[in-house]
C-alpha cells in the first residue's frame, strides 16, 4: 500500500530561523514527488522532483529528492511570517495520481 | 484568464440531502481529480478521471458520485449515504503524463 510519512507535523519557529522539513515515501511505479504549500485555501505549487541529488530552489525555499532511500527534504532559510503554511508532500506514481502526506503546520513568530 | 474554478465557495446542507459542488477548467488538462481534507488531515482522493466519460473511485468514494462529460468539467454529488459529509473539498487538474495538479480554490460544506 502506498504510504507518505511527513514529520514534524507541526512546528513553531522564529523569523529568521531555518527549518527542515521531512518527507518519507513508499509508492508504486514512482515518478515524481511534488511539495505543495497550503495557507487558507487551495494547496500551491512549489517543487516537482523527479531525479535524485538535483537540488531545485526558489528564494529562499530548496529541495531535494533521494530515491534510493525514499525520502525527500524541503529547506527554508530565514524564516518570515509569511512562510506559516502547511507544507504537502505529495508524491505520485505512473498514472499521474498523487499521494499525500499529512502535512507539516510551519508557524513562523515574529 | 486560466485556471481552475469551484463553486460554492460555502455550502450548508440538511441531513439526507444531495448537493452538488462544480469544478471547472480551462486548462485544457485531460486530467481532473477530487479531494476531500479534513483538519489535520492531507488531502485524500474521492474520485478521479483522465478522459471524458471515464472516472475511476480514490481511497474514499463511499457515499459520493461524479460524471465527466466534458473535458472542462468535472462535477462532485455528495450523496445522503455519506455519512460524515462536512469537510473542505478541493478539485484539481492535471496532464497524465506529469503529476503536478493545479488546484481550485475549494468548496467548504457544513452539514447542519
Known amino acids: ?110 | 484568464d486560466g485556471g481552475i474554478t469551484q463553486s460554492p465557495k460555502y455550502l450548508f446542507r440538511k441531513e439526507g440531502q444531495n448537493v452538488t459542488l462544480s469544478c471547472e477548467q480551462n486548462l485544457n488538462h485531460d486530467a481532473m481529480y477530487w479531494y476531500r481534507q479534513d483538519p489535520g488531515q492531507g488531502l485524500r482522493l474521492i474520485y478521479y478521471s483522465q478522459i471524458v466519460n471515464d472516472f475511476q473511485k480514490g481511497d474514499i468514494a463511499e457515499g459520493y458520485s461524479v460524471s465527466r462529460e466534458k473535458k472542462e468539467s468535472f462535477p462532485l454529488t455528495v450523496t445522503s449515504a455519506q455519512k460524515n459529509p462536512t469537510a473542505f473539498y478541493l478539485c484539481a487538474s492535471g496532464t497524465s503524463s506529469y503529476n503536478e495538479q493545479f488546484f481550485g480554490p475549494g468548496t467548504r460544506l457544513t452539514v447542519l
Open chain 1, 1 to 110: 500500500e502506498d504510504k507518505v510519512v511527513q514529520s514534524p507535523l507541526s512546528l513553531v519557529v522564529h523569523e529568521g530561523d531555518t527549518v527542515t522539513l521531512n518527507c518519507s515515501y513508499e509508492v508504486t511505479n514512482f515518478r515524481s514527488l511534488l511539495w505543495y504549500k497550503q495557507e487558507k485555501k487551495a494547496p500551491t505549487f512549489l517543487f516537482m522532483l523527479t531525479s535524485s541529488g538535483i537540488e531545485k530552489k526558489s528564494g529562499r525555499l530548496s529541495s531535494i529528492l533521494d530515491k534510493k532511500e525514499l525520502f525527500s527534504i524541503l529547506n527554508i532559510t530565514a524564516t518570515q511570517t509569511g512562510d506559516s503554511a502547511i507544507y504537502l508532500c505529495a508524491p505520485g506514481g505512473s498514472q499521474g495520481n498523487l499521494i499525500f502526506g499529512k502535512g507539516t503546520k510551519l508557524s513562523v513568530k515574529p
